[in-house]
């Protein structure tokens, strides 16, 4: 097996919160847009959910949950023509689940986020033969 080729970048970070009743994924989409992000990731995220919108491991259907939510984890890649995000979510009795995050997320009251961008990368989604999925390509800008 070869090893894949390896890139390397100095970054930057962008400090951002969402308030209550905000959808996640429109409200992420038109940061990375206004800011031309090319090749962003989240570094780090804390805040509550009502609603939730997960994609579990190996389905095509997507599950929306309804509740009092605190967010775990949420972490993924953004480009400027998608994204790739998984959350984590715990209710109010600890349990936790998680799945890649699909669009119907709501704050409930509030949502801190640390996105950072590599200043010389960019991120798009293409065709792998292994996966038989789109994934991740990273090239330099």
Do not use: K
């Not at 792998?128 to 789109?134: K, N, V």
């Amino acid at each position: 097996m070869t090893m894949p080729h390896l890139h390397s970048s100095a970054a930057r970070f962008y400090a951002l919160r969402l308030l209550p009743g905000q959808e996640v994924f429109s409200q992420l989409h038109a940061f990375v847009q206004q800011h031309q992000l090319y090749a962003a990731w989240i570094a780090g995220c804390t805040g509550s959910l009502t609603d939730v919108a997960l994609r579990y491991a190996g389905q095509d259907a997507t599950t929306l949950l309804t509740g009092t939510f605190e967010v775990i984890s949420l972490n993924g890649t953004l480009e400027l023509t998608g994204e790739h995000l998984h959350l984590c979510i715990s209710d109010p009795q600890g349990a936790m689940l998680g799945g890649h995050m699909m669009p119907g997320c709501t704050v409930r009251t509030t949502l801190e986020l640390v996105i950072g961008e590599l200043d010389t990368l960019a991120f798009s989604r293409q065709p792998c033969a292994l996966s038989g999925y789109d994934e991740l390509h990273i090239s330099t800008r």
